[in-house]
């Protein structure tokens, strides 16, 4: 199976900030990497596919990039909206996996 | 607009068996594969099967194989989970999802979630 190591498990930060997020894959993964961000009580929303594709009505802050199997996560500008949790997650193969989860907390 | 509506959680004994449903709208269902997600109490997520388009192949992690089984009804535009031998540590809020084309696992809609309480 394909581990997926996300960190840090929590960051603190500030609104304005930018904030990196990464994921390390076990293996190679391709592209075949999606972020999500989930607030408590809601269903995760999907940021990011393939990497580095920002869905449809997700703020430009928001980017993703890969460097071989280490995927990035940035929030440039961090607004108020964005204090969450983020899961990495391959979609390779099965058994598909997430990563353990970041949170963004408010400094 | 894609809507879920994910029922059937509830408490169950250890050992016992429950079966989720997942109603679908606002998409074609049957040419989408579906996925059941969980997310156990305070914890990170994690992918528990996915069925393909015409139920044709079903995949689960080790950590439900044998226990769970994934169905559709395309008729009814519906996604099932029966749970079986079910244990303490399956306690989780059970999401169905949908993926952002049909061939991929990026899940661009979610339902609300449903939970399910093993406990005795």
């Known amino acids: 199976d394909i581990q997926m190591t996300q960190s840090p498990s929590s960051v603190a930060a500030s609104v304005g900030d930018s904030v990196t997020i990464t994921c390390r894959a076990s293996?190679?993964?391709?592209?075949?990497l999606a972020w999500y961000q989930q607030k408590p009580g809601k269903a995760p929303k999907l940021l990011i596919s393939?990497?580095?594709i920002l869905q449809s009505g997700v703020p430009s802050r928001f980017s993703g990039s890969r460097s071989g199997t280490d995927f990035t996560l940035t929030i440039n500008s961090l607004q108020p909206e964005d204090f969450a949790t983020y899961y990495c997650?391959?979609?390779?193969?099965?058994?598909?996996?997430f990563g353990g989860g970041t949170k963004v907390e408010i400094k | 607009e894609v809507h879920l509506l994910e029922s059937g959680g509830g408490l169950v004994q250890p050992g016992g068996s429950l079966r989720l449903s997942c109603e679908a709208s606002?998409?074609?269902?049957?040419?989408?594969?579906m996925a059941w997600v969980r997310q156990a109490p305070g914890k990170g997520l994690e992918w528990v099967s996915t069925?393909?388009?015409?139920?044709?192949?079903?995949f689960y992690p080790d950590s439900v194989k044998g226990r769970f089984t994934i169905s559709r009804d395309d008729s009814k535009n519906t996604l099932y989970l029966q749970m079986n031998s079910l244990r303490d540590e399956d306690t989780a809020v059970y999401f169905c999802?949908?993926?952002?084309?049909?061939?991929?696992?990026?899940?661009?809609?979610w339902g609300q979630g449903t939970l399910v309480t093993v406990s005795s």
């Open positions: 999802a949908k993926p952002s084309s049909p061939t991929n696992s990026y899940f661009d809609s």
């Open positions: 606002g998409f074609t269902f049957s040419s989408y594969a």
């Open positions: 069925i393909s388009l015409t139920f044709s192949s079903s």
């Open positions: 293996q190679g993964i391709s592209t075949w």
């Open positions: 393939a990497a580095s």
């Open positions: 997650q391959h979609a390779y193969t099965f058994p598909l996996t």
